[in-house]
């Protein structure tokens, strides 16, 4: 009995060996000194078989984006041993167990340099390379990490380099894992510089293949190749909405972002995507809801909470801590009871930041200048918004008709918010300024919200009653 179940925890070690050699491998092949014989008896076997296949259909060859051809241009070449012997290129894009004395790329500020070393022991330290400090837990460690990248922005591309490195050629599984997991969570809060994001995205490109796709749901499942597709999907996105064409902006993490930053990447969120990934992502469960189910369902617990009762609703901000409890909460599909929330502050606060955290805004930029030149007549701006794509009309007419409940003269007289107020407040978060000169977002603020006045008095949005 000992020696049966002996050898099955030595044949399942030798599999986990196998596959961590196949998935952490860049030439999507097993160690060469396996046997044939040796690979074919083991289950790992099955996945080198079909894997490989996947991973080859669409392989890119060498091109001028590859990371490869940047770092030729733009790496600090190290020296090793008492004969200072040049890394190559290679060695340098490898994984490492050591720390570096100097950074990846050529930084001219002294302090960078330090910082630049200390930033790698970090990624090790993420990467589990390295041992943690006491104290020091995943999220702790990410959100140092992340901050660095925020605060000095001329560190950003050293960061993304020394991740690069850090996932090339790596034997371990969970280390290659974290590192993918890392690259992830940075790129929801800041990009790499212009000259880098080509490379970037074409270093993550080579390794997902959307055959893999279907495995997403229970990527953890699956052997590291597969989660390494899947982070590197879900990384090539983000970039792509962080990075020079995205609509993202920079942000400043906190510990909560980061966890929301790691639990996104196998679970989408129902906030910050575009209005049709969000009802994408509600099929399964809402399979005929033709709106949003968390504006929905935002909107009734402002009125559940009273919020047609409550003085300066949509304007008094609520306590962040609750609206990120909530958001937290609606984001896994829960809805509080009554008792949770403590007033209606708290929801409509959340709706506010749905609309406004939407991806794409509701009146599309295309049509922003329209919206702005109607800003005075009615019947313009009721006909741009018929002519809106049927999801975004169906949305924007859902709040219409919502914002139109809180204009009563009764509801008015408690709450203070008339249809001026509400258009003030309810403007930014549905329409969005295309230009950056200030002084054009200060005086298409005031044509924003009379456009949303206009709305407001004059839409007809009674076909939405009863709509979900």
């Not at 008015?412 to 054009?440: E, F, G, Q, Y």
């Not at 009379?450 to 004059?458: E, G, K, P, S, T």
């Amino acid at each position: 009995m000992y020696d049966v179940h002996y050898t099955q925890i030595k044949l399942r070690k030798y599999n986990d060996f196998l596959l961590a050699r196949y998935a952490n491998s860049n030439r999507g092949v097993f160690h060469p000194s396996l046997s044939q014989d040796a690979r074919s008896c083991s289950p790992a076997y099955y996945y080198e078989q079909t894997s490989r296949t996947l991973l080859n259909r669409d392989k890119k060859t060498t091109s001028e984006s590859d990371i490869e051809k940047y770092a030729q241009d733009n790496l600090n070449i190290h020296k090793k041993g008492i004969f200072r012997k040049k890394f190559s290129v290679r060695d340098m894009l490898s994984w490492s167990k050591d720390p570096i004395r100097k950074p990846m790329l050529v930084l001219s500020d002294k302090a960078l340099k330090k910082e630049a070393c200390d930033l790698f022991k970090l990624v090790q330290t993420y990467m589990s390379d390295r041992k943690a400090k006491l104290g020091m837990t995943l999220n702790s460690v990410a959100l140092e990490i992340c901050m660095t990248g925020f605060m000095k922005p001329t560190l950003r591309d050293e960061l993304y380099i020394q991740i690069c490195r850090q996932t090339t050629e790596n034997p371990r599984k969970e280390s290659l894992r974290r590192g993918w997991e890392l690259l992830a969570i940075c790129l929801s809060f800041f990009p790499p510089s212009p000259k880098l994001q080509k490379y970037l995205e074409s270093y993550m490109e080579r390794h997902r293949d959307p055959g893999l796709d279907s495995y997403a749901t229970e990527v953890g499942r699956w052997p590291v190749h597969v989660q390494v597709s899947h982070y590197a999907s879900v990384a090539t996105k983000r970039l792509h909405r962080m990075g020079i064409d995205g609509k993202k902006a920079v942000r400043r993490p906190t510990l909560e972002d980061i966890e929301q930053a790691r639990m996104q990447i196998f679970r989408p969120s129902l906030f910050g995507n575009t209005i049709n990934e969000v009802i994408d992502l509600q099929k399964e469960r809402f399979p005929n809801y033709k709106l949003p189910w968390i504006q929905t369902i935002l909107s009734e617990l402002v009125l559940r909470h009273r919020g047609d009762q409550t003085e300066g609703i949509f304007r008094v901000p609520a306590d962040m801590d609750e609206v990120m409890t909530l958001k937290s909460r609606l984001d896994v599909w829960e809805v509080p009871g009554s008792e949770e929330l403590t007033d209606a502050h708290t929801p409509a606060s959340l709706l506010k930041l749905w609309y406004r955290e939407l991806y794409e805004p509701l009146v599309p930029d295309h049509m922003y200048a329209e919206c702005i030149a109607a800003h005075q007549d009615a019947r313009r701006a009721i006909a741009i918004i018929h002519r809106l794509p049927p999801i975004n009309k169906a949305v924007l007419a859902y709040l219409i008709h919502f914002l139109q409940l809180f204009t009563k003269p009764e509801v008015v007289h408690v709450t203070k918010m008339d249809a001026s107020n509400l258009a003030m407040v309810m403007a930014p978060n549905c329409l969005r300024c295309t230009s950056i000169d200030p002084r054009v977002i200060f005086d298409n603020a005031r044509k924003e919200m009379a456009f949303m006045r206009l709305l407001i008095l004059h839409f007809d949005a009674s076909f939405m009653e009863g709509v979900f």
